[in-house]
């Protein structure tokens, strides 16, 4: 076995949830007075905690990201799963594989969006946006969920969809992988994913078997 721990992003790479977010943060916007493309959402809003800074709006960042979230939370539950995510994550978890959740994303918003499926049994411990004071790139959430499930840097892993998640995988020390499938390409492009240089990149969610597993 390569990796006794992984992390696991989870909007855009354990639920397809991207498009969610980007519609309501596009509108979010718009109800603020802001035209904004599908670009400055992802590159602008998504995962950054003073995104009205960049638009030049005077509010904090909960008077913008609070109705955002509501409409998230109405929604969330709707998601699905990623084609053999909660496959292949049974499978790791009976091979003693420890798994946990590292999300930017609100902890209300990740308690709703988990409900009852049952995928949640396999995670042994999860750090959200609201448990940190800086988000990803900085290594502080991943940082604190490498303690919470006692593990080391050598044998651990994370894995997300965007630039984001290599940068604080980087930042933390650990082994990175890039999560790519055709729904995420409207968000990210192959070049600037590759240009961060994660350890690894796979377009199918079963492909992180053999990466953790060591198979040959």
């Not at 076995?1 to 309501?24: E, H, I």
């Not at 950054?48 to 409409?71: H, K």
Request: aromatic residues 8%; glycine residues 6%; charged residues 30%.
């Amino acid at each position: 076995m390569r990796f006794k721990y992984l992390l696991l992003d989870w909007d855009g790479c354990v639920v397809d949830s991207l498009n969610l977010w980007r519609s309501t943060l596009k509108q979010r916007l718009a109800d603020l007075g802001v035209k904004a493309t599908d670009k400055d959402v992802v590159s602008k809003v998504m995962g950054v905690r003073n995104a009205a800074e960049a638009f030049g709006l005077e509010m904090t960042p909960d008077e913008f990201w609070d109705p955002a979230r509501d409409v998230v939370m109405s929604h969330v539950r709707e998601v699905h799963h990623f084609p053999g995510v909660e496959d292949t994550v049974k499978q790791l978890f009976e091979k003693d594989v420890h798994m946990g959740i590292v999300t930017s994303t609100a902890r209300r918003i990740y308690k709703e969006a988990l409900g009852n499926r049952t995928i949640a049994q396999y995670f042994n411990a999860s750090v959200t946006g609201t448990d940190v004071e800086k988000l990803k790139p900085d290594a502080e959430s991943l940082t604190k969920l490498i303690l919470e499930l006692g593990a080391n840097n050598e044998e651990t892993l994370i894995v997300g969809d965007s630039p984001h998640d290599v940068q604080a995988g980087k930042n933390a020390g650990i082994a990175t992988c890039l999560f790519y499938p055709k729904e995420n390409h409207l968000f990210y492009s192959f070049e600037d994913l590759l240009a961060e240089e994660p350890t690894y990149l796979i377009e199918d969610f079963t492909d992180l078997l053999d990466i953790v597993l060591n198979k040959e």
